[in-house]
């Protein structure tokens, strides 16, 4: 599938790391420093146009993850094929205690473009029965919990 981008810098074209991988790479625009439990709003450079049908989900890297507690806030981000602004992506830095320093150019997210069906939503009664109903968060899980919904939040039955 070809996709049109328009790029800042060349250099900064999303790129496969490696043949067969999912996620193209990101890379920020600017130099950021986050301090612990900071979040902020990069540029990537890159606006793309992808084809009707698709949608691109911007997803973080897992060795920044893991290595220095880099994330993003609204992971996935969803980049539909109709948006032909810069992509942006909203960092946010995990550890409790160091300072994460990028540099413009540096990996900071993947971009992964999949194919999705466009659902039709039908306001019903009631749905079917299944064997899980309405078990969410921790229900397959030892010691199991009900999650109820109410105006102040969720909690615990």
């Known amino acids: 599938m070809n996709v049109p981008v328009v790029v800042g810098k060349v250099e900064h074209l999303p790129r496969y790391a490696r043949p067969g991988d999912a996620g193209a790479d990101l890379r920020c ?10 979040r902020v709003v990069v540029g990537t450079g ?18 920044l993850a893991a290595r220095k507690g ?18 942006l992506v909203c960092l946010i830095n995990h550890d409790r205690e160091e300072t994460i320093t990028l540099d413009a150019g540096d990996r900071v ?21 299944t064997e899980r109903g309405s078990g969410g968060y921790g229900s397959t899980g030892v010691g199991q919990h009900a ?3 109410t105006e102040k939040g969720c909690n615990r039955e």
């Open 29 to 38: 625009s600017s130099d950021v420093v986050l301090e612990p439990g900071q």
């Open 46 to 63: 890159v606006r793309v146009a992808l084809p009707e049908g698709t949608v691109g989900l911007v997803t973080p890297r897992s060795g």
């Open 70 to 87: 880099l994330g993003i806030v609204n992971s996935p981000g969803v980049v539909d094929s109709g948006y032909r602004g810069e992509i």
């Open 109 to 129: 997210a993947q971009l992964v473009v999949l194919p999705f069906v466009a659902a039709q939503f039908e306001a019903v009664e009631a749905l079917d029965e």
């Open 147 to 149: 999650w109820k919904s």
